[in-house]
């Protein structure tokens, strides 16, 4: 069992009943589109995406891109992660036929396919590695005022003039761009070196 920090949105209970057996966090459902019409529900996924992040986790059809795109526009884009599965033909054990498009879906994956994707998404995993390692994250550029904050923006753009990234570039751009050309150490260097 992968202890994960961030909680978990799936499209149903099937897929819920799979990752509960290999992972350990929050794990909500969307009720397949039933989620457009949940008010209550929208609220709470947004309300623990700030205080937590938020794995969006649908499967590769259409309908679960068209729930993953219902989800980013109703939370904020900052505390979102999204882990995609990858698109491999079959159908999931419990189900006669495959499903319209010919693929397995969230429920249909592996464990460690699982697990691979959420950490390709950025997963927070307790005990992976120390404090002060590893990946730059979307919490980090939220704690660092970099993302989320009312004074965001202008603070990336100072910083994005000061790497000469363009200037143009969004928080998740830049979060990618930093992650390919810095440690996290050098990078929490040259924050502390070009605070204002």
């Known amino acids: 069992m992968i202890k994960i920090r961030e909680a978990i949105v799936v499209e149903g209970k099937y897929d819920k009943n799979t990752l ?19 008010k209550e529900l ?17 499967d590769a059809d259409s309908g679960g891109l068209l729930i993953r795109n219902f989800l980013k526009s109703a939370i ?3 505390y979102l992660k999204h882990a995609y599965i990858p698109e491999i033909p079959g159908k999931e054990k419990r189900k006669s036929t495959a499903g319209k498009e010919g693929i397995l879906g969230v429920e249909g994956m592996t464990p460690q396919v699982i697990i691979d994707c959420l950490k390709r998404a950025g ?14 994250t979307k919490q980090d550029f939220m704690e660092w005022g970099l993302s989320g904050g009312t004074d ?5 753009k100072i910083l994005l003039k000061k790497l000469d990234f363009p200037q143009n570039m969004s928080a998740n751009a830049m979060l990618q761009a ?8 050098e990078f929490i260097e040259f924050l502390g070196e070009n605070h204002d």
């Open 178 to 185: 930093v992650n390919l050309l810095f440690t996290r150490a």
């Open 123 to 136: 997963a927070t995993i307790e005990g992976e590695c120390s404090a002060g390692s590893g990946e730059i």
């Open 152 to 156: 965001s923006s202008a603070y990336r």
């Open 20 to 38: 509960s057996q290999i992972i350990d966090a929050p794990i909500f459902q969307t009720a397949g589109f039933g989620i457009r019409n949940n």
């Open 76 to 78: 904020n884009g900052a």
């Open 42 to 58: 929208t609220k709470l996924l947004r309300r623990v995406a700030a205080e937590r992040g938020l794995i969006v986790f649908t």
